[in-house]
């Protein structure tokens, strides 16, 4: 289900202090060998991947290998991850894996690593990409910019994990890092890259001279500043994935994100993306304690009628460790814990208005609405008005196809 290779491996490579022989195995795109001799086994989770961690875990330990956890499901589910591997490593890494390493070197390790304080992006060893196998993926190679999230979404798992506080690279480290990755097409994996809009206007203009394209996150308030909307068009932005969440602003307050998202402000700031000839890769939840059957036909007509060019639907997930799930806990709503189905694409909790089903089944048909061939190829065309340019055209096309399949992939489990 995954389209472009990840970072954490390799930045986890290149945190390994010299002398130790370092290989990732990718499970998306190659089998496991148990039999592999090693001296510590490392396993990243995710929630939805976090049962096969655990038996790739098992087998590795009932085979004699030392196995440490980290990621974001680790880290907010300790006890549970503690009980498939002989150490966990809680949050960032960059301060606990080289002191785990020189422990395994003095003859044992801690069974939990966690850093006392948040780590400075300055000075960070560029990501092994060589370690990973690349052309099983998109030729996008993903480069940081920033960690944490000014908003606190009730259902961001992301912002428990790297905090709220905004923390920043040096833009020349980014600029040097994107020339290094040898690409004309980089995605940039902040959560939102134009949240501290002096800094991102400083490395849009550092990026301009490099001929580059990119993608990133952001949110739809960067609309409201003309000249950085200018400066991430003239730097190759190609597109922004922006969370629009929903379209009512009652779901918009419930969540905590009320300050940049105005929902009656929406329509016009997608046109003032499309001038700019940005498109947009448009995120929207279902399953919100506001929404009821209305919203799927709702949410659907407004994708077409502003002609948001990848749409992304997810249902409500009430992720470890965020405010949501403490909210349904309390009140009873949680269906099961089985977390291979915390995939943003079933449902697992008891909505408000709808039964567990009449949900499903409204994402189940937006999806299908919104990645027919017919409804992409629609958007494809009408894009060009805007963009003037097949290839952003494509590009977005390709996005949506991307999408489709995942859904369908989902779908068939």
């Avoid at 849009?204 to 490099?210: D, H, Q």
Wanted: charged share 25%; glycine share 6%; hydrophobic share 40%.
């Amino acid at each position: 289900r995954v389209y472009m290779s990840q970072l954490t491996l390799p930045i986890l490579a290149a945190l390994t202090p010299p002398g130790h022989e370092v290989v990732a195995v990718d499970e998306n795109v190659e089998p496991v060998e148990f039999d592999r001799e090693a001296d510590l086994v490392a396993i990243t989770a995710l929630t939805p991947t976090a049962p096969r961690a655990y038996e790739i875990a098992d087998e590795f330990r009932r085979r004699g290998r030392t196995v440490v956890m980290g990621g974001v499901h680790p880290s907010l589910m300790l006890e549970e991850a503690a009980a498939h591997a002989d150490s966990v490593v809680i949050g960032e890494a960059e301060d606990s894996w080289p002191q785990l390493i020189a422990d395994m070197q003095n003859g044992g390790i801690k069974p939990v690593y966690k850093s006392e304080n948040m780590v400075d992006l300055s000075g960070l060893p560029a990501p092994r990409r060589e370690i990973m196998k690349e052309d099983a993926y998109l030729k996008i190679p993903k480069v940081e910019t920033s960690r944490g999230c000014p908003f606190r979404c009730s259902f961001c798992s992301t912002t428990v994990f790297y905090g709220s506080r905004m923390r920043y690279r040096p833009v020349e480290e980014v600029v040097a890092e994107v020339k290094d990755a040898g690409h004309r097409f980089v995605f940039f994996t902040d959560n939102n890259i134009t949240a501290n809009k002096k800094y991102a206007k400083r490395l849009f203009r550092a990026l301009a001279p490099l001929g580059v394209y990119w993608l990133s996150q952001g949110s739809i308030d960067m609309a409201d500043d003309l000249e950085l909307m200018d400066l991430a068009q003239k730097s190759g932005c190609v597109g922004m994935l922006v969370g629009f969440e929903s379209l009512s602003d009652e779901n918009i307050a419930e969540m905590g994100k009320k300050a940049s998202n105005r929902v009656g402000e929406y329509e016009d700031k997608i046109r003032i993306f499309h001038e700019h000839k940005i498109g947009l890769i448009g995120c929207f939840v279902f399953g919100f304690d506001g929404d009821d059957e209305a919203v799927f036909k709702k949410t659907v007509d407004f994708i077409e009628r502003n002609n948001i060019e990848t749409p992304q639907f997810t249902v409500l997930t009430p992720f470890p460790g965020t405010s949501l799930r403490e909210q349904m806990v309390a009140e009873g709503r949680i269906l099961h814990s089985r977390w291979e189905k915390y995939d943003v694409g079933n449902v697992v909790f008891v909505p408000s208005k709808m039964s567990p089903e009449e949900l499903q089944s409204g994402y189940n048909w937006a999806c299908e609405q919104v990645y027919s061939r017919r409804a992409i190829l629609k958007r494809g065309f009408k894009s060009l008005k805007y963009f003037r340019n097949p290839y952003r055209s494509y590009v977005f096309a390709r996005n949506s196809s991307i999408y489709r399949k995942l859904y369908q992939v989902s779908q068939q489990d």
